[in-house]
């Protein structure tokens, strides 16, 4: 063809390469949420995927104060874990490979750009290993997992390392870890769950206890000695938490992913999956007791249970109500935003986070969501 | 805008993300490995529109002659030099707009192969929440692999290959195997403007994706250079490797034969600065018969 023919063509293909992108980035490449709100003192908690921890007056709609993270690995500047609040103090863990501890009052009139106040860094590696799931807490002690699958224990006073040296999973790990007295349990991306005994000198694995799902875990519930475990294989499983023995004959199987932690009531298990349905199990069998509910959108968060109603969304921002004693079901009202992020319940009052970092309060008598951050006067 | 985003995520995006974590799953769990056969694959899969752009793309090379002759013939009557034209193209099976549709074909493409990096390979959770989604759920490997492996060793250490390559040597890979391709498909000028646009030409691809390799994940540079290198030589075998010869690489500028006798022209071409190769021309021909011949004229060239 002829050249000069070429050179505008190609010209128009360029445009075109550029409006597809353009068209099909919004939908590739929105921000989405993915921490759950908390709440300290008067104020609400939330951390962003941008890294900031900004603290929110409910009533006013306000942002009274807040800090943020450094970057991290390729520039990522992102906070996936939901804030631990213990004692007074906002603990979080980051995407720079930082664990933060932020008292709220030094947080109040401060800047945007304020650094949050850093307690541990590892600094183990030349390139920052990323904490993305929250920190948990016992007594005095921190631990919390990075993404290469190392657990640190720090002391939450000095921010000292405690053990001689961190435990080390054979995968990824992006939970929290789940504490049980003196007994830290560990999901990893490969599907392994590692129990661990540990106190401030060290650890010791029961290397007795042995799970392993055939893909990543996405959660771990304790109930008493039971633990159930929500893995990306579809699967969700109910174990022994003293022996690792399988309770249900088999684990129960959806068509996608388990990635929330399921909600307990009575007998019942409310378990959300990402194939865009709401499974309501017998916890004894691991037995459907009633259809699932058809959501139309996929479930990567929790629910929250108030009184004897269950309450979720999904990532449509479609809200659900479900009776817990009758499993009888309605929608709620549509969140404006998409949602991957898990509902919270602080003191009777339900939470959600959606996209764009906005705060919704949700009452279980309108039912209806309503914004509350940032407030719109 | 919706629409255009899931009609494209579900024809190209969803199979393409597919295709690459099955390869990964079979080649060995290496992320490269992957990208090359899903190179390789895309390429058979287009193989007969490719073959189509090659033979276009030959056919052009050798109607270059009477091109210009017509172009001669009717220089003051620029409809009857448009019909002569459109006749020459017709008479020898090629369209002047077939060689667009192999490169329109390749955009989406790299799009798409963009996107399946950066959705497909990327190691956050927001990555596997997209995963999710996307994989067919008869695939018989799935969420077991993730997250994938995309370090792949390279020069002394290692590279990700859902990050750019932090040293300039794949871009300068990309660049190069894009001058090459664009060099092998070259057709001869017409006259000195058209030359001039051509140098442009071969210097503007290979510096446009050589600086976008820098910039994007070197998977998808990865893809370019192998894509590239699947051109010049499918090229090399329709047409000849003369194209790619750097010495006395200046190509020539077609003309009429002075004496032509008649419209379908016996023709010569004249080299501006290379009169070695000019000689080599001077020797007149009669209008090759499709295929073969234009073969063997580019190989003498």
């Known amino acids: 063809m002829n050249k000069r023919r070429l050179f505008p063509a190609v010209l128009v ?4 390469v550029i409006f597809t992108v353009s068209c099909t980035g919004s939908t590739l490449f929105a921000t989405k ?16 995927k941008k890294g900031e921890v900004i603290l929110v007056n409910p009533a006013s709609g306000k942002a009274v104060g807040q800090c943020e993270t450094s970057e991290g690995r390729n520039g990522i500047s992102a906070i ?19 664990v933060y501890k932020i008292n709220p009052d030094s947080l109040v009139g401060s800047r945007e750009d304020s650094p949050c106040t850093v307690l541990f860094d590892p600094n183990y590696q030349e390139e920052s290993d990323p904490f993305i799931g929250g920190p948990s ?9 990075s993404e290469s699958g190392l657990l640190y224990a720090i002391d939450i006073n000095s921010g000292a390392e405690l053990w001689p040296t961190p435990f080390q999973a054979d995968s990824r790990t992006w939970n929290a870890p789940t504490i049980s007295g003196n007994t830290v349990y560990i999901g990893t991306l490969s599907g392994k769950i590692y129990s661990l005994d540990f106190n401030r000198s060290g650890f010791s694995i029961n290397d ?24 990306f294989n579809n699967k969700i499983y109910a174990i022994n938490r003293n022996n690792a023995e399988p309770i249900w004959q088999e684990p129960f199987e959806g068509e996608n992913w388990f990635w929330a932690a399921p909600v307990l009531f009575e007998d019942r298990l409310f378990a959300p999956s990402l194939d865009h349905k709401f499974y309501i199990l017998d916890k004894n069998s691991g037995r459907s007791v009633a259809e699932p509910i058809e959501t139309g959108g996929a479930i990567r968060g929790s629910a929250a249970i108030t009184g004897n109603l269950i309450f979720f969304a999904n990532e449509e921002g479609e809200t659900w109500w479900i009776d817990a004693t009758n499993l009888t079901y309605e929608a709620g009202g549509k969140l404006p935003k998409a949602n991957y992020a898990g509902v919270s319940n602080l003191d009777g009052t339900l939470y959600i986070h959606t996209d764009e970092d906005l705060i919704f309060s949700v009452r279980a008598d309108s039912r209806l969501p309503l914004q509350i951050f940032p407030f719109d006067d | 805008m919706d629409v255009i985003g899931d009609i494209f995520i579900f024809l190209l995006l969803q199979p ?22 899903l190179t390789v ?6 193989y007969p529109l490719t073959v189509k752009q090659l033979k276009a793309s030959a056919t052009m090379q050798r109607l270059g002659p009477e091109m210009a002759a017509i172009k001669e013939k009717y220089k003051s009557n620029p409809q009857a030099q448009q019909k002569a034209t459109m006749s020459l193209y017709k008479e020898n099976g090629v369209s002047p707009l077939g060689c667009l549709g192999p490169m329109l074909i390749q955009f989406p493409i790299w799009i798409g192969l963009y996107y399946a990096i950066i959705k497909g390979l990327g190691d956050l959770p927001d990555s596997f929440m997209y995963l999710s989604q996307r994989l067919y759920s008869w695939m018989p490997y799935g969420s077991e692999l993730l997250p994938l492996n995309t370090q792949v060793p390279w020069l002394a250490g290692s590279l990700d ?19 090459a391709q664009q060099k092998i498909m070259q057709a001869p000028a017409m006259s000195t403007q058209q030359r001039q646009q051509q140098q442009i030409m071969l210097f503007m691809f290979p510096i446009m994706l050589g600086f976008l390799a820098f910039t994007f994940p070197s998977g998808l540079a990865l893809y370019w250079f192998v894509s590239n290198i699947i051109t010049v030589i499918l090229q090399g075998f329709f047409s000849g490797w003369g194209n790619l010869s750097i010495i006395g690489s200046s190509r020539p500028i077609i003309t009429p034969a002075k004496k032509s006798s008649d419209s379908e022209g016996e023709l010569e071409t004249q080299e501006e600065n290379n009169q070695p190769n000019k000689r080599k021309r001077d020797s007149k021909r009669k209008r090759p018969s499709r295929g073969r011949s234009g073969k063997r004229r580019n190989k003498r060239s």
């Open chain 1, 13 to 16: 293909l360029l445009s075109i």
């Open chain 1, 33 to 48: 949420s993915w921490s759950e709100v908390n709440e300290i003192g008067e104020n609400l908690v939330l951390t962003t």
């Open chain 1, 80 to 98: 996936y874990g939901t804030p631990l609040i213990n004692e007074g103090f906002i603990y979080i863990g980051g995407f720079d490979g930082a």
């Open chain 1, 137 to 145: 807490i016992k007594d005095d002690i921190l631990l919390i997992n």
């Open chain 1, 208 to 231: 007795d206890w042995n799970f392993k799902a055939s893909a990543g875990i996405g959660s771990i519930t304790l109930d008493q000695d039971v633990m159930f475990i929500t893995s």
């Open chain 2, 16 to 37: 393409m993300l597919n295709a690459l974590i099955f390869l990964y799953a079979v080649l060995f769990q290496n992320i490269a490995y992957s990208i090359i056969a």
């Open chain 2, 41 to 46: 694959v895309t390429r058979l899969i287009f």
């Open chain 2, 161 to 179: 290959l859902i990050q750019p390559d932090p040293t300039p040597i794949l871009p300068l890979l990309v660049a190069m195997s894009t001058w």
